[in-house]
């Protein structure tokens, strides 16, 4: 059985920062790309940052770069998704993604690439 289940989430001040964390189980992570979405009231689900398991390469949003990074503890199973400067626009529930993505470069950031998902975690960033 394939799970994946994010913790971390809260509520923080502007300016703050958080650490997501994204435990999976019942597959391996050779040859897979672990995603971050989140989802605002009323919007999409966007993806915010990937990492490819096999040499970790790391890709970003725009509107994260230089804020959040995305890191991999191969030992724990577990995807870590640390935001700092936090913003109230970052405001939304927080998912984490796995699959075996085939041009992450390309693909990594959008929804429909990935099969398995975890329940989300929320963000709450307060002005």
């Known amino acids: 059985e394939v799970q994946l289940v994010e913790s971390g989430g809260g509520l923080v001040q502007a300016g703050g920062s958080l650490r997501l964390s994204c435990a999976a189980s019942?597959?391996?992570?050779?040859?897979?790309?672990i995603g971050w979405f989140r989802q605002a009231p009323g919007k999409e689900r966007e993806g915010v940052a990937c990492?490819?398991?096999?040499?970790?390469?790391?890709y970003y949003a725009y509107s994260v770069k230089g804020r959040f990074t995305i890191s991999i503890d191969d030992a724990k199973n577990t995807v870590y998704l640390q935001m700092n400067s936090l913003k109230p626009e970052d405001t939304a529930v927080y998912y984490c993604?796995?699959?075996?993505?085939?041009?992450?470069?390309?693909?990594?950031?959008?929804?429909?690439?990935?099969?398995?998902w975890g329940q989300g975690t929320q963000v709450t960033v307060s002005s």
């Open positions: 990492i490819t398991t096999g040499d970790g390469i790391t």
């Open positions: 993604a796995a699959d075996n993505v085939r041009y992450p470069k390309l693909f990594g950031l959008k929804r429909d690439e990935y099969g398995y």
């Open positions: 019942g597959f391996t992570f050779d040859g897979y790309t």
